[in-house]
C-alpha cells in the first residue's frame, strides 16, 4: 500500500514520498475494500502519492466508476515501494525505506523533541494570550 | 522457561536466528495462528463485511497478517524487530509492514483503521528497556493513539501475556483511560497451558456492542469459585 496515510506525529502531515525502487504486485482486484477506504483518504495526499508513482488519477473520481476504482485500488494495493524515503514536510526528518519497510523508529532524543516542542509551543500560546491581554489592557485606558 | 520479557528488549531479542525459529517451528506457527483466528472471532465482524482495513501490532513475520488476508481483509502491520519484518517480506506476506515502536504511537490518520488485532506483544509494553522508558507513560500513548487511529465503532483485540494481576490491571486501567470501553476475556481459564488472555475494546460505548463469551469456561466451576471469566471496564 503506498504510504500516504503515515504521518509524523503532531508534526506534519502528509509525508513527502521519495520512490527509488517500485515492485508492481498482483494482488486480486477488492472492490469492497476500495469501497470502504475511499471515504477515509486524503485526496491531496493520495494525488501526491500518484505524482510520484507516475500514476494518471482523474481530479476527482467515484467509486461507480470501475475504471477509476480498479487505478486506485492499483495504487493503493499493488504498487509498494521498495526503495526510497518519508519525509515530514513540517521537520524535514526523512525516514528510509528499505526492502520495502519503513523505517518509523524515533531515537531517544527526537521524542524528547517532541514533548519539548509541545510545551514551548503552550508556553508561546499563554505568552500570545498574556500579550493580548495587555494589548486590550491598553485599548480599554486609551 | 523464562519470559522473553526478561531476556532482552523485542527489537534485539528477536534477532535473526529467532525470527527464523519463529517462521519456521510449525508448532509456534500453529499457536499464532490459532491465536490470531480466535482474535478475529472475537472481532465479531459480520460475514459481508469485506475489505476492511486492519492493523496487527506487533505483527512479527506476518503469521496474524495471514489470517487477516484469507477473511480478505487488508491489514498494516508494524513490529520493532528488523528481523521479524525481514521474515515477514521473505515470506511475501500480502499486508504492508513498517518498523515502529507501539510505545511511542502509531503513525496514521485519525480514523484510518477499521480493527486492530496484537499477537503476544502489548505486555513488552510493561517493561522499560530503555533508561528513558516509563511503562505507564508508554501504555497510556499507545492506547491513546490507537484510539485515534480506529474508526469510531471500530474494534480491537489484544492478546497478551500478563506477568501478574498487577500487569492486567495497569494495561486495562491505561486502555480505559483512553477511552474505550470493553473488558477481559480469559479462555481456558482452569487451564494453565491453554488459557489465554484478550483485551476486548471497542471505541464507542458497551451498549451498542457486547462483549464475546469465553471458550471452555465450565459454568459450575464459575458459581463455585465465584469468579467471572469476562471482567468489564467500569468507568468510575
Same mark, same amino acid.
Given at each position: 500500500?503506498?504510504?500516504?496515510?503515515?504521518?509524523?506525529?503532531?508534526?506534519?502531515? %502528509?509525508?513527502?514520498?521519495?520512490?527509488?525502487?517500485?515492485?508492481?504486485?498482483?494482488?486480486?482486484?477488492?472492490?469492497?475494500?476500495?469501497?470502504?477506504?475511499? %471515504?477515509?483518504?486524503?485526496?491531496?495526499?493520495?494525488?501526491?502519492?500518484?505524482?510520484?508513482?507516475?500514476?494518471?488519477?482523474?481530479?476527482?473520481?467515484?467509486?461507480?466508476?470501475?475504471?477509476?476504482?480498479?487505478?486506485?485500488?492499483?495504487?493503493?494495493?499493488?504498487?509498494?515501494?521498495?526503495?526510497?524515503?518519508?519525509?515530514?514536510?513540517?521537520?524535514?526528518?526523512?525516514?528510509?525505506?528499505e526492502v520495502?519497510i519503513?523505517n518509523?523508529?524515533?531515537?531517544?532524543?527526537?521524542?524528547?523533541?517532541?514533548?519539548?516542542?509541545?510545551?514551548?509551543?503552550?508556553?508561546?500560546?499563554?505568552?500570545? +494570550?498574556?500579550?493580548? +491581554?495587555?494589548?486590550?489592557? +491598553?485599548?480599554?485606558?486609551? | 522457561?523464562?519470559?522473553p520479557?526478561?531476556v532482552a528488549p523485542p527489537e534485539i531479542y528477536y534477532d535473526e536466528s529467532e525470527s527464523r525459529k519463529y517462521s519456521q517451528n510449525?508448532?509456534i506457527i500453529?499457536?499464532?495462528?490459532?491465536?490470531?483466528?480466535?482474535?478475529?472471532?472475537?472481532?465479531? !465482524?459480520?460475514?459481508? $463485511? #469485506?475489505?476492511? !482495513?486492519?492493523?496487527?501490532? @506487533?505483527c512479527g513475520s506476518g503469521i496474524?497478517? *495471514?489470517? =487477516?488476508?484469507?477473511?480478505?481483509?487488508?491489514?498494516?502491520?508494524?513490529d520493532i524487530s528488523k528481523d521479524m519484518l525481514n521474515v515477514s517480506v521473505e515470506r511475501?506476506v500480502? @499486508?504492508?509492514v513498517?518498523l515502529?515502536?507501539?510505545?511511542?504511537?502509531? /503513525?496514521?490518520?485519525? @480514523?484510518?483503521?477499521?480493527?486492530?488485532?496484537?499477537?503476544?506483544?502489548?505486555?513488552?509494553?510493561?517493561?522499560? #528497556?530503555?533508561?528513558?522508558?516509563? /511503562?505507564?507513560?508508554?501504555? !497510556?500513548?499507545?492506547?491513546?493513539?490507537?484510539?485515534?487511529?480506529?474508526?469510531?465503532?471500530? $474494534?480491537?483485540?489484544?492478546?497478551?501475556?500478563?506477568?501478574?494481576?498487577?500487569?492486567?490491571?495497569?494495561?486495562?486501567?491505561?486502555? =480505559?483511560?483512553?477511552?474505550?470501553?470493553?473488558?477481559?476475556?480469559? *479462555?481456558? /481459564?482452569?487451564?494453565? $497451558?491453554?488459557? $489465554?488472555?484478550? =483485551? &476486548?475494546?471497542?471505541?464507542?460505548?458497551?451498549?451498542?456492542?457486547?462483549? /464475546?463469551?469465553?471458550?471452555? &469456561?465450565?459454568?459450575?466451576?464459575? #458459581?463455585?469459585?465465584?469468579?467471572?471469566?469476562?471482567?468489564? !471496564? &467500569?468507568?468510575?
Open positions: 500500500m503506498a504510504c500516504t496515510k503515515k504521518q509524523c506525529v503532531g508534526r506534519g502531515f %502528509p509525508l513527502k514520498l521519495e520512490a527509488n525502487e517500485i515492485a508492481q504486485l498482483s494482488q486480486p482486484f477488492n472492490y469492497e475494500f476500495v469501497k470502504n477506504i475511499f %471515504p477515509k483518504l486524503d485526496w491531496n495526499g493520495i494525488q501526491l502519492v500518484a505524482k510520484q508513482l507516475n500514476v494518471v488519477l482523474p481530479e476527482q473520481g467515484s467509486v461507480e466508476d470501475e475504471e477509476f476504482v480498479k487505478t486506485l485500488f492499483n495504487l493503493l494495493c499493488n504498487l509498494k515501494v521498495i526503495n526510497g524515503s518519508l519525509t515530514c514536510p513540517s521537520c524535514n526528518r526523512v525516514y528510509p525505506i520495502g519503513p518509523m523508529l524515533l531515537k531517544e532524543e527526537e521524542i524528547y523533541q517532541d514533548i519539548q516542542r509541545m510545551a514551548d509551543k503552550e508556553k508561546e500560546a499563554q505568552e500570545e +494570550e498574556s500579550d493580548e +491581554e495587555e494589548d486590550s489592557d +491598553e485599548e480599554m485606558e486609551e | 522457561m523464562s519470559r520479557e526478561h510449525s508448532r500453529d499457536i499464532q495462528s490459532q491465536m490470531a483466528e480466535r482474535a478475529y472471532e472475537l472481532l465479531s !465482524l459480520s460475514d459481508d $463485511k #469485506e475489505g476492511l !482495513l486492519i492493523l496487527d501490532i @506487533g496474524s497478517g *495471514d489470517v =487477516l488476508s484469507d477473511h480478505g481483509h487488508q491489514w498494516i502491520g508494524c511475501e500480502v @499486508g504492508d513498517m515502529r515502536d507501539m510505545g511511542q504511537g502509531f /503513525p496514521f490518520r485519525a @480514523g484510518s483503521f477499521d480493527a486492530a488485532i496484537s499477537i503476544s506483544a502489548i505486555q513488552w509494553l510493561c517493561n522499560a #528497556e530503555k533508561s528513558h522508558h516509563n /511503562p505507564r507513560k508508554r501504555l !497510556l500513548v499507545f492506547f491513546q493513539s490507537l484510539f485515534q487511529i480506529l474508526t469510531r465503532g471500530g $474494534k480491537a483485540v489484544l492478546q497478551f501475556y500478563p506477568e501478574s494481576s498487577a500487569q492486567i490491571e495497569m494495561i486495562t486501567a491505561a486502555a =480505559l483511560r483512553c477511552g474505550f470501553t470493553g473488558g477481559l476475556l480469559v *479462555d481456558y /481459564p482452569n487451564s494453565s $497451558k491453554a488459557k $489465554k488472555y484478550f =483485551l &476486548v475494546l471497542f471505541t464507542g460505548s458497551t451498549g451498542s456492542q457486547s462483549m /464475546p463469551k469465553a471458550k471452555g &469456561v465450565d459454568s459450575n466451576s464459575i #458459581e463455585d469459585g465465584g469468579q467471572t471469566q469476562v471482567k468489564y !471496564l &467500569v468507568n468510575s
